[in-house]
Structures are given as structure tokens and as C-alpha cells.
């Protein structure tokens, strides 16, 4: 847990002690006043940005664009007509 080890590094209420334990990227973005996340939250978000970028890779279903296109062709779509 966070705060509860005396050496953790994520420990905010030693100032200063994360810095000792960062990546220079993390150093980086720290120096510039951006927000430097734990290893967990960072994994976490790099494992949803690959899910992500992975699930745009894929075709859409030939089933959905024929719904697509059943919808586009419909007349009055969009009209209060």
C-alpha cells in the first residue's frame, strides 16, 4: 500500500524520496510539473492503450456494416419531415 512502508518510494509524505526511484522520462515530466504516475497505475495505462490501439486495428463485422448501410439508406433519416 501507498504511505504504509516508510522506504516506499511512492510514499507521498517523504517529499523528495520518489524523485531518487524515477525513470529519467519520469524525472523529466516531474521537472516540468506534469503528473508522474506509480509503476501500477503506468502499466495499467499502457495495457489499455495496447487493448485500445488493438481493438481500432480490427475490421469492422460484415454484419455491422450491412446495418450501417441499411441505416444510410433509409429515407427521412434525420428529418422532422
Given amino acids: 500500500m501507498t504511505g504504509s512502508d516508510p522506504g516506499d518510494p511512492e510514499d507521498p509524505s ?3 524520496q520518489a ?6 522520462e519520469e524525472r523529466r515530466r516531474a521537472a516540468r510539473g506534469e503528473r508522474v504516475g506509480t509503476r501500477k497505475q503506468d502499466w495499467i495505462a499502457s495495457q489499455l492503450r495496447r487493448v485500445y490501439d488493438e481493438a481500432l486495428q480490427e475490421d469492422i463485422p460484415a454484419d455491422m456494416l450491412a446495418l ?3 441505416l444510410d439508406d433509409t429515407p427521412g433519416r434525420g428529418t422532422d419531415d
Avoid: F
Fill in 19 to 24: 524523485s531518487k526511484h524515477l525513470k529519467p
Fill in 68 to 70: 450501417l448501410s441499411r
Fill in 14 to 16: 517523504e517529499p523528495g
